[in-house]
């Protein structure tokens, strides 16, 4: 039997041998396809598509031009294994723009306006990837106000990069709310941050993948007071009216997950003078698991 394309088309996967004749008769014996595909004194082919997962990415020939020799075994099995490799890279690389374009779209959706406006503060926020656009992860901020006309400020970063983090940022983010409305303190609240964050770790497959720092700050209007505390997190920064930067004497405390271990209130009291900001910062993406090295 000929073989023609429809024939070579059912073995998908597979390498396609081929003499100088049938290479002929796969291409139709047409001159113009001929002269295209198959180059002059081609004595033997090997053609093997890239597939994979029901996917077609392209297809791969080789000729023999120099030596009338055919390809042996041998070689039918290293074209077979570059393809397949190849293929499955190509397959992996789409996957992770899939999932990376996915977990862009679930964070940004889960992050506040960038700026707020309140009776008691104006807030303005940036989510900037420490690693450009490759590396999406679960680092998040928040603005929400509390009662008595106080607001609530947080910056929060999690473990890992893509769809499972950014996740598990929409679990803390969440948390971090609901925690806020029973009018908790700084600490308590991250104390029950820590706690779902190690019943986390119980359900998940990896353990050592949950975890995360975060930044609770509280202003007060009134006495234009801030109390604050941080689980793992890099302290605030703080500028003046007259242009100097400071950054809040914060003592950190264990990262998310870690447990048994308090975390410290820090109050500061905020210039009479205005206008003023207080800068909540976070090293995006740069958490690692509790009790590992960063």
């Not at 070579?8 to 139709?28: M, P, T």
């Not at 009216?241 to 264990?254: I, L, Q």
């Not at 905020?270 to 740069?286: F, I, N, V």
Request: aromatic share 6%; charged share 20%; with cysteine.
């Amino acid at each position: 039997m000929a073989e023609t394309p429809e024939i070579a088309a059912k073995a998908v996967g597979d390498v396609l041998v081929a003499d100088a004749e049938q290479a002929r008769r796969i291409l139709g014996g047409d001159p113009e396809r001929i002269a295209r595909f198959l180059p002059e004194g081609a004595h033997a082919s090997l053609g093997c598509p890239f597939y994979r997962g029901g996917r077609f990415f392209g297809y791969a020939a080789v000729y023999r031009t120099r030596t009338a020799g055919a390809f042996d075994e041998a070689d039918v099995k290293l074209m077979h294994d570059l393809c397949a490799r190849t293929a499955t890279a190509i397959d992996n690389a789409f996957r992770f723009a899939r999932e990376h374009q996915t977990a862009v779209v679930l964070q940004r959706s889960l992050l506040p306006p960038a700026a707020t406006r309140s009776t008691a503060a104006e807030t303005a926020g940036i989510y900037l990837p420490a690693g450009g656009s490759v590396s999406v992860g679960g680092d998040w901020y928040d603005a929400f106000d509390l009662s008595s006309l106080r607001v609530g400020l947080v910056v929060g970063d999690v473990v890992g990069h893509g769809l499972e983090a950014a996740a598990t940022m929409a679990r803390l983010r969440t948390a971090v709310q609901t925690l806020a409305e029973l009018d908790l303190p700084p600490d308590e609240l991250l104390t029950r941050l820590d706690d779902l964050v190690r019943r986390m770790q119980i359900e998940a497959e990896q353990p050592d993948t949950v975890g995360g720092s975060c930044l609770f700050v509280v202003y007060d209007p009134v006495g234009r007071t801030c109390q604050l505390a941080s689980a793992g997190n890099p302290p605030p920064a703080l500028l003046t009216p007259d242009g100097e930067v400071s950054f809040v004497p914060v003592t950190p405390g264990p990262l998310l997950g870690v447990g048994d271990m308090p975390f410290e209130v820090t109050t500061l009291t905020l210039p009479q003078e205005a206008p003023w900001s207080a800068t909540p910062t976070a090293c995006s993406g740069g958490t690692s698991a509790p009790g590992r090295s960063g």
